[in-house]
């Protein structure tokens, strides 16, 4: 009983957390128009700005590492269930711990190369070469960050199929009926 609680307090944090992530992506992604269209605006009038297109690349950066860890949790991302939704509950959820341990891989693969990347580039302190000169660490570590997330989210949903195949109570999270 006392496993169970624990693992339904890690649910809910991590179910916050990248519900936290889900609302920075989106104010992030709300900040991306206004700046654009203010770009283009001054770029038409004859004074473009020397900044501007650098931090629209940057919040895109925090955008998309920021979105995935919510995309995922809502299971927003693409996915091919045309076969696996024709079999049975049990094989569906089975398949999907398959898949979802591969991404668990993938995704530790980010977060230990992208911590790589930012200590690289904090130990030998290189630096962006535009007109926002700066460390180049400062625009990797979302990458990280992202990742982090990502591998807790995907963690959070194994550990949750594994438990549904294990005392089959209720449905299984997120599993399409058959049509």
Not at 93 to 117: E, K, N, Y
Not at 147 to 163: C, M
Request: with cysteine.
């Amino acid at each position: 009983m006392r496993l169970l609680n624990v693992l339904d307090r890690f649910y809910r944090s991590i179910d916050r957390l990248s519900y936290l992530c889900g609302i920075v992506a989106a104010i992030l992604l709300f900040l991306l128009g206004p700046l654009a269209f203010y770009e283009v605006v001054v770029r038409k009038m004859g004074s473009p700005t020397t900044w501007i297109f650098h931090i629209l690349c940057y919040i895109q950066i925090f955008l998309i590492w920021f979105g995935l860890a919510y995309g995922q949790k809502v299971r927003g991302h693409v996915s091919v269930d045309l076969v696996t939704r024709l079999l049975p509950l049990k094989t569906q959820v089975i398949t999907r711990i398959v898949s979802t341990f591969l991404c668990l891989v993938i995704s530790a693969i980010l977060c230990w190369q992208g911590w790589r990347l930012v200590h690289r580039s904090y130990t030998i302190k290189l630096m962006t070469v535009e007109e926002i000169h700066h460390p180049v660490y400062w625009i990797q570590i979302p990458v990280v960050i992202g990742a982090v997330f990502l591998f807790l989210v995907f963690l959070r949903q194994l550990i949750s199929d594994i438990q549904w195949l294990i005392t089959r109570e209720g449905e299984p999270e997120d599993i399409q009926p058959k049509e």
